[in-house]
């Protein structure tokens, strides 16, 4: 099974900090994606990425960056965090973008911002 | 309008009884989804397909309906771990090649 690897559960960061979220997926999916899931929302797509080196705005981007220097590892930095990016930040591979397979997973990071 | 809308309930039913969900999306042109279910405070995990054909896997039955634009979910014989939020999915099989969620619906199995 395709594992994605976030590495933290839980997060507190006060306002104003960088904070830097880690994805890790190990079966050379190509395609890699964050997401964060707020109530009454639902998933709102971030950022995505097809290749190393390579990202594309998603949805709602205002306040992150991501960096994919690695094929494994993607990972999602918010430059100043703020209050309203409190929410879970889930991360998603695979290995063709959207099609048959749908997304895998990561256990997903709730990030507190005080 | 949201591109892909569903009632988020919750749907509260006995153990044994039948639930359906419905989901209904905006671009005519979409052919391919899929239902994901997430449990509380966990990700969401691919529960199946939905194609013109529809799919069945056991208890669970997806079906697509392209003239009206939407898609459903069927479970039968409901179990206490059915107990979950059900997240309908569209494959936007365009340039971008993006999945859109469904802000989900909850369903709640009780003994």
């Known amino acids: 099974d395709v594992k994605v690897t976030q590495s933290s559960r839980y997060l507190v960061k006060r306002t104003g900090e960088k904070v830097f979220l880690e994805c890790v997926q190990d079966m050379d999916h190509e395609n890699m994606f964050w997401y964060r899931q707020d109530p009454g929302l639902g998933l709102r797509l971030i950022y995505f990425s097809y290749d190393v080196k390579m990202k594309e705005k998603g949805d709602i981007p205002e306040g992150y960056s991501v960096s994919r220097e690695k094929k494994e590892r993607f990972s999602l930095i918010l430059e100043s965090a703020s209050t309203n990016q409190t929410s879970m930040y889930l991360c998603?591979?695979?290995?063709?973008?959207?099609?048959?397979?749908?997304?895998?997973f990561g256990s997903g990071t709730r990030l507190t911002v005080v | 309008r949201k591109e892909v809308e569903q009632d988020p309930g919750p749907f509260n039913v006995p153990e044994g009884a039948t639930v359906a969900f419905n989901c209904t999306y905006s671009?005519?042109?979409?052919?391919?989804f899929f239902w994901y279910r997430q449990d509380c405070r966990k990700e969401p995990k691919l529960l199946m397909s939905?194609?013109?054909s529809g799919n069945e896997d056991g208890r669970f039955t997806a079906q697509l309906n392209r003239a009206s634009q939407y898609i459903s979910l069927l479970i039968r014989d409901s179990k206490l771990s059915d107990s979950a939020t059900y997240l309908c999915?569209?494959?936007?099989?365009?340039?971008?090649?993006?999945?859109?969620f469904g802000s989900g619906t909850r369903l709640l199995v009780r003994p």
């Open positions: 671009n005519s042109a979409s052919q391919s």
């Open positions: 999915v569209e494959n936007r099989m365009d340039s971008s090649y993006k999945l859109i």
């Open positions: 939905v194609y013109s």
């Open positions: 998603a591979s695979s290995l063709v973008a959207g099609a048959d397979y749908g997304y895998t």
